[in-house]
C-alpha cells in the first residue's frame, strides 16, 4: 500500500472529497472557456457518482465497510473513472483527474472486501 492509498474509511472519503473538488474545479475552467458540455458531464454524471461512494463511505460502520456500502462505492468509483476516461479523451487537462480516479479505485479494489 502506498503512503497516499486511504487505509480506513476516513481517509477513503477525503480522498472522494479530494476527487470531488479537483472535478469542480475542472468544470468551473471549462465554464470560464465557454464549454458548458464538458461542466455538465462533470455534474450531471461524475460528480453525482462520487458524491454516492462518499456517502457510502461516511456511513461505513466504525469497524470497517460492510458489503453493501463496499459495492456502493466501488460502482461509483467505477461509474466516474468511466466518465472522466471519456473526459481525458476529449481533453487531456482532465487525464490528472483521471490518475487520481484510478488510483482510488485500485485502492478500493483492494482494500475493501
Given at each position: 500500500m502506498s503512503r497516499d492509498e486511504p487505509a480506513t474509511a476516513e481517509e477513503l472519503t477525503f480522498a472522494i472529497a479530494?476527487?470531488?473538488?479537483?472535478?469542480?474545479?475542472?468544470?468551473?475552467?471549462?465554464?470560464?472557456?465557454?464549454?458548458?458540455?464538458?461542466?455538465e458531464i462533470i455534474s450531471e454524471r461524475l460528480t453525482p457518482n462520487l458524491m454516492q461512494a462518499k456517502m457510502y463511505a461516511e456511513i461505513a460502520p466504525l469497524g470497517g465497510v460492510d458489503q453493501l456500502s463496499a459495492l456502493e462505492i466501488r460502482n461509483?468509483?467505477?461509474e466516474a473513472t468511466a466518465v472522466a476516461s471519456d473526459l481525458a479523451d476529449i481533453d487531456a487537462k482532465y487525464s490528472p483527474l483521471l490518475s487520481m480516479l484510478r488510483r482510488l479505485r485500485e485502492a478500493v479494489s483492494r482494500h475493501i472486501n
Amino acid at each position: 500500500m502506498s503512503r497516499d492509498e486511504p487505509a480506513t474509511a476516513e481517509e477513503l472519503t477525503f480522498a472522494i472529497a479530494e476527487a470531488i473538488q479537483t472535478a469542480e474545479e475542472l468544470a468551473l475552467t471549462s465554464v470560464a472557456r465557454g464549454d458548458y458540455s464538458q461542466s455538465e458531464i462533470i455534474s450531471e454524471r461524475l460528480t453525482p457518482n462520487l458524491m454516492q461512494a462518499k456517502m457510502y463511505a461516511e456511513i461505513a460502520p466504525l469497524g470497517g465497510v460492510d458489503q453493501l456500502s463496499a459495492l456502493e462505492i466501488r460502482n461509483g468509483i467505477a461509474e466516474a473513472t468511466a466518465v472522466a476516461s471519456d473526459l481525458a479523451d476529449i481533453d487531456a487537462k482532465y487525464s490528472p483527474l483521471l490518475s487520481m480516479l484510478r488510483r482510488l479505485r485500485e485502492a478500493v479494489s483492494r482494500h475493501i472486501n
